[in-house]
């Protein structure tokens, strides 16, 4: 019985065989380590003829049972008919989609006498392990080799298995259920992954070939040497040998694997030491290959197994030079690596194919969450939302991470801070900003911020071509990897700072027909105008008075016209154009300013005014529940004279501004005025309650600021804000070249920028507003009709 193919199994069942039935101790190891906690949810794995998920229905579990094999199911289903609160599920849990599994995850999951009988161990360990509920256990049931017959051992496992499941959980606790293992499991099962050297080499240098393959559901190869490391296929080439064909050679050495040389690509060559000895290793990608996964040099490894790219991260100790070669073809995927050299070889080689049907799934539902929410009205959207693989662009998260259909960013890199630096975006949000560029076919795009997914997005909709520029020679590295492995060959990826526009040899003609950046911007560089066509569009996420909006404008000339807003929020820009905006701390770090255009008169002698009696006004104005205000901020954030944003870093002191949040707000001389929201009625319905806009004003000034501010609000209300949240006003919103004369500027509020002039004309107001920016008498500043 060490077969695990299915039809054997089913041959076992229709021979009229069974199981080792489930033994008394067994039963009370579960009721006292695994009780249902008030009827809690359980997955049996392998439930076979169905014995022991009667079991736990019976204590109290509602039970998924699943087994690979129709015959087991057959009897159990016949055998248990009686039994209520047992699902049982048709799934193979090695290569299935587990749609079938309950959503919200177990509280008990049992692995029994079937660990033994799996490819690839550490997969199917760690995909039921993430759907663990908090205070869950893990049961796997198990013989021994110790105790069990040399002609059976191949259905045990020896304690260095037993070793490699337990490890990285919380808590484990080891029973015996007459001569059976039991392990009970808690806690989360990331160990987390350390690169690490074997012993010390006794040559004066090392050289060898490491080969990467991945299965049709895109997973690795890696086997679990008798050192306890996990280990790529590979080895030293022998005479005069090449580093592909000792790939090739070792692979089928050590797996039993069998590939063409003409399959095999050295994609980079990474120089490093071991022990203080120099080393040289070749990664060969190999794209194709046959035969069946064995393991012929027993002597030197337990197993090889199949790994998911996102679970690398907390498989425990992996050999530094196959840690390093899976990082040169997936960057990310494994954290913490030493440092290396590496040679990148710009091998002609075909994109390698591969997704678990379950990504097909997640990728449809993704799409049809974002075409429901109205973001890709476009048949072009649509198909490049369900055709293009993004979990192959972000392979460190799972593939529900990849693929939600939220607000969720899958964040790829952070700064020493633990800042956000580098992420692929929202898919609602790509699919927007990729709309509103309007493109036609075989249009010619620049991307400003690389990551590879969203560029891959726009070439499926153009089938033209792509430029995508980006700061971080490291994300540069990543995105080439990506778009080599999965990519369309539409898309360049280029290091350099996208603030100064594309490569020259890189911009066609003309200019490009439209420019797409993906990070927050606080000024519009001069570069994308220059190398935009005119009439082309330019989808960017713009940072006004702190507020960030993607902000979609054509060019008209030397100008840029926008026609449309949408709320959102980008990692911050990398280059020349980056900007820290100025903050005044106040209170001993209670609160601060911060002045995201600039610093304006009047900042002085306020801890002394916060220190004195608050001024209120009640606006009248209201809103519900989960209403939309963003409208209310860009408003102010242009249009009031002074503007800055008031944080509280403390619990609400004086001004009652609740910890970690931030309120718009007017600074006049020694003078603060600033506006919040109060709860004025309470409801146990979430529709039935109301909130009402209240302005809070210190210092001298403050009862005319906060008069000021109060009128901003009712012209908002007035004017701008809708019943309807998608209906509020945008404003008319022009951007001219730094330095062009206000005379020559269209009527309107204007924001001055280093490299530009935004002009906003709200309705509902008339005049110039002068730039924030300089210093104006803010008391006295007219505010335009309110």
């Avoid at 022998?238 to 040389?261: I, K, N, Q, S």
């Avoid at 690596?337 to 994109?351: F, G, H």
């Avoid at 500027?745 to 110039?768: C, E, N, T, Y």
């Amino acid at each position: 019985m060490t077969y695990t193919a299915r039809d054997e199994w089913e041959q076992h069942l229709s021979d009229g065989r069974g199981f080792r039935q489930v033994g008394e101790r067994e039963r009370e190891i579960l009721a006292e380590h695994a009780p249902a906690p008030g009827g809690g949810r359980a997955l049996e794995v392998g439930c076979g003829t169905g014995e022991l998920a009667a079991y736990l229905a019976l204590l109290g579990f509602t039970v998924d049972a699943c087994d690979f094999a129709t015959g087991a199911l057959a009897r159990a289903r016949e055998e248990y008919a009686g039994v209520d609160g047992v699902r049982w599920l048709h799934l193979d849990i090695e290569r299935d989609d587990p749609a079938l599994l309950h959503e919200e995850g177990y509280d008990l999951i049992t692995l029994r006498l079937m660990y033994a009988f799996v490819q690839d161990r550490g997969r199917v360990l760690h995909g039921p392990g993430e759907r663990l509920r908090d205070g869950g256990a893990l049961v796997a049931i198990s013989p021994v080799v110790a105790t069990t017959p040399e002609e059976r051992r191949g259905i045990a496992l020896d304690e260095d298995e037993i070793a490699v499941l337990a490890a990285g959980w919380k808590t484990v606790e080891r029973l015996d259920a007459d001569g059976l293992a039991v392990l009970v499991l808690r806690g989360p099962c990331h160990t987390g992954t350390r690169a690490v050297e074997k012993r010390p080499p006794t040559a004066h240098a090392l050289t060898g070939a490491l080969a990467v393959v991945t299965d049709d559901a895109g997973r690795v190869l890696l086997g679990r040497s008798r050192r306890s490391l996990l280990e790529l296929p590979g080895g030293k080439t022998c005479g005069p040998e090449d580093f592909a064909a000792a790939a090739v050679r070792e692979l089928a050495e050590e797996t039993g694997l069998v590939a063409d040389p003409a399959d095999a690509y050295v994609v980079t060559m990474l120089v490093d030491d071991s022990h203080g000895i120099p080393r040289l290793t070749a990664v060969v990608r190999i794209t194709a290959w046959a035969g069946t996964l064995t393991n012929p040099e027993a002597d030197k490894f337990d197993r090889w197994e199949f790994f998911d790219l996102h679970a690398l991260a907390c498989v425990g100790d992996v050999f530094v030079p196959a840690a390093l070669a899976i990082d040169s073809v997936w960057p990310g995927v494994i954290p913490g690596l030493p440092p290396v050299v590496s040679y990148p070889i710009a091998a002609d080689r075909p994109p390698v194919p591969g997704e678990p049907v379950e990504a097909v799934r997640l990728r449809r539902a993704m799409a049809r969450t974002v075409i429901e929410g109205g973001w890709a009205p476009s048949a072009a959207v649509r198909s490049a939302l369900e055709t293009v693989p993004r979990h192959r662009y972000a392979p460190e998260a799972s593939l529900a991470d990849a693929y939600d259909g939220g607000d969720r960013a899958v964040i790829t890199r952070r700064d020493e801070t633990g800042t956000a630096i580098s992420s692929v975006s929202a898919a609602w949000l790509q699919a927007d900003m990729i709309e509103q560029l309007r493109l036609d076919p075989g249009a010619i795009v620049c991307e400003a911020g690389s990551g590879g997914y969203n560029a891959e997005l726009i070439a499926h909709v153009t089938q033209g071509r792509v430029v995508s520029v980006d700061i971080d020679p490291w994300v540069v590295r990543r995105t080439r990897a990506f778009l080599t492995e999965a990519g369309s060959g539409r898309v360049t990826a280029v290091e350099a700072d996208a603030v100064l526009g594309a490569p020259a040899r890189l911009v066609p003609r003309g200019g490009f027909d439209a420019t797409v950046i993906t990070y927050n911007c606080w000024d519009i560089s001069p570069a994308w105008v220059e190398q935009l066509a005119d009439g082309g569009r330019l989808v960017m996420p713009l940072e006004m008075g702190g507020y960030t909006r993607s902000v979609t404008f054509e060019r008209r000339g030397e100008v840029l016209q926008a026609c449309h807003f949408t709320y959102c929020g980008f990692v911050r820009d990398q280059g020349q154009q980056a900007r820290t905006a100025p903050v005044v701390h106040l209170l001993d770090g209670a609160l601060s300013l911060r002045f995201d255009e600039g610093v304006p008169a009047g900042a002085h002698g306020l801890e002394e005014a916060l220190r004195g009696s608050r001024h209120e006004i009640a606006t009248g104005i209201t809103m519900g529940a989960n209403a939309y205000f963003g409208s209310l901020q860009l408003y102010a954030a242009t249009t009031l004279p002074g503007f800055c944003r008031l944080h509280a870093h403390q619990d609400p002191g004086v001004t009652v501004i609740p910890k970690g949040r931030d309120a718009p707000a007017v600074l006049g001389d020694a003078s603060l005025a600033y506006l919040t929201h109060v709860q004025t009625r309470h409801a146990e319905q979430s529709q039935d309650r109301e909130w009402e806009w209240v302005v809070h004003a210190f210092g001298e000034q403050g009862p005319q600021l906060a008069e000021q501010l109060t009128a901003t609000v009712h012209a908002w209300d007035r004017h701008i804000r809708a019943d309807d949240d998608n209906e509020h006003a945008d404003p008319v919103l022009t951007v001219h070249p730094a330095g062009t004369p206000t005379r020559q500027l269209p009527l309107g509020d204007v924001l001055d920028k280093a490299s530009s002039r935004l002009v906003f004309r709200w309705p509902g107001r008339d005049g110039h507003l002068l730039s924030p920016t300089r210093t104006t008498d803010t008391a006295t500043t007219a505010t335009g009709t309110a």
